[in-house]
């Protein structure tokens, strides 16, 4: 039962992070690609690079090692006060 509890909330974190991960992505990009606009604009370029969000496979994978990360040093911390 506590592992069930326990692979809940990990899946439950790796949702969030994702997420966070995912929406920070979004706001970098609309940046870069507002700055991009304006830079295009004011030397009148033709073409820029486009700026490309990373795939959803690498930003699970990512948010995967974060948790991970995040729980082994909760067991440590608590392997230490034990």
């Known amino acids: 039962e506590n592992f069930q509890e326990q692979r809940g909330l990990r899946c439950g974190w790796r949702k969030d992070v994702t997420s966070s991960m995912s929406q920070t992505n979004h706001l970098n990009s609309y940046q870069i690609q507002k700055e991009t606009h304006t830079l ?43």
């Open 40 to 82: 295009q604009k004011s030397i009148g370029a033709k073409s820029m690079a486009q700026t490309k969000l990373p795939d959803k496979d690498h930003q699970q994978k990512l948010s995967s090692t974060i948790v991970d990360a995040v729980i082994a040093q909760e067991k440590e911390g608590k392997a230490k006060t034990t």
